[in-house]
């Protein structure tokens, strides 16, 4: 909450990754388990605009590090499956969960 005498200052950031990873998969009838780990490069900005030349901000940075992750598959009916997946940077230190619905032709 702002008080009486503070003002509230613009924050804006922002942040994208682009990574290739190699993919390891054990099959296990209609279940797939795998792992990957790879490299990523991220790009983070971040800006702080306030009312005064004090509490102004521009900075952008880039990170290059390790990438890994575990997941798996599960084949519900042919051509159709749910998978999981856990990814995580150790630069940024960010954690990805990632769901859905694949579909084979």
């Known amino acids: 909450m702002v008080g009486r005498n503070q003002a509230a200052v613009p924050i804006a950031a922002k942040a994208k990754s682009v990574g290739l990873t190699v993919v390891g998969i054990i099959p296990m ?3 797939d388990l795998y792992g990957r780990v790879g490299v990523v490069n991220t790009e983070m ?4 605009n306030g009312s005064n030349n004090l509490t102004s901000f521009d ?3 880039h990170q290059n590090g390790a990438t890994y992750g575990v997941g798996g598959r599960w084949e519900v009916i042919p051509h159709w ?20 619905i694949d579909y084979k032709f």
């Open 29 to 31: 009838n209609r279940f």
């Open 81 to 100: 499956a749910l998978f999981a997946e856990w990814m995580k940077d150790d630069k940024v230190k960010v954690d990805s969960y990632l769901f859905g």
């Open 45 to 48: 900005k971040a800006s702080v």
């Open 59 to 61: 900075g952008k940075d």
